[in-house]
């Protein structure tokens, strides 16, 4: 009977410290939401300003749901609100694991943790800077004569987001490779062996997940080719864990 109790209280205290962790989360979000949401129409309008600076002189975006100018800004500053947390949601996360990871593998996970955040953003950076200018300006220079580009802030929000994942989510590669050669899954050799076959996968990726158009595609593609290199290399200092445990 002792033991029941004794084997209880651990895990009522997990279930209170995650929480107290997920509670932390969630206010540190809305204070920045808070922050930001008088500024709301002023993020919008720079989201957007890649799409107005492409358009034909004197065209502008549409809005055709009559709630859509209220609620369109206020979604965008609420995820962007979650963008920006990113780091101290990462924190929460690792702070509610690490007691369970050994000395050597919060020293591995340091550097794991930080360039998955700055991957993230560069990626997101990458698809505002470079990205979408281009793209914009191939698909307004293709416009069917006779046909008014008016796109509606709605569409153009999710338009915008779905690139914005797509962009971050491959940036991911190189923690990616590092994460399944560290588990065990593959090595760097095997992936060194299967590279062909992994640059045909990532411009696959790269017309799945970007408009119909040479230049997103290419745009994806190249920068996942190249982080895959990186985390092919990076992978080496990340021995799997069955050996780590066999060296101690």
Not at 236 to 244: A, H, L, S, V
């Amino acid at each position: 009977m002792m033991s029941n109790v004794e084997e209880t209280q651990p895990l009522i205290s997990h279930l209170i410290e995650l929480r107290n962790r997920l509670l932390r989360s969630f206010i540190f979000v809305a204070v920045v939401f808070l922050a930001l949401v008088y500024f709301s129409n002023d993020i919008y309008h720079l989201i957007a300003t890649p799409l107005l600076d492409a358009m034909p002189a004197g065209s502008t975006m549409i809005a055709t749901n009559v709630a859509a100018p209220f609620f369109t800004p206020i979604k965008l500053t609420a995820l962007t609100a979650v963008f920006i947390s990113v780091p101290f949601l990462l924190y929460q996360l690792w702070a509610f694991v690490a007691p369970a990871l050994y000395s050597h593998e919060k020293r591995l996970v340091y550097p794991l943790l930080f360039s998955s955040t700055l991957l993230f953003y560069v990626g997101v950076a990458f698809a505002y800077y470079v990205v979408f200018p281009l793209v914009f300006s191939f698909l307004t220079k293709t416009t069917p004569d006779g046909v008014a580009m008016a796109t509606d802030i709605s569409s153009y929000l999710d338009f915008v987001l779905t690139l914005f994942l797509a962009f971050g989510v491959c940036f991911e590669v190189p923690v990616a490779i590092i994460l399944l050669c560290w588990a065990g899954v593959t090595t760097p050799e095997d992936l060194k062996a299967k590279r062909p076959y992994i640059i045909v996968t990532a411009f696959v990726v790269g017309m799945l997940l970007t408009p119909p158009d040479i230049f997103s595609q290419t745009l994806l593609a190249i920068p996942m080719c190249l982080l895959f290199e990186v985390g092919v290399i990076c992978a080496r200092f990340y021995r799997p864990k069955d050996d780590e445990n066999a060296i101690e």
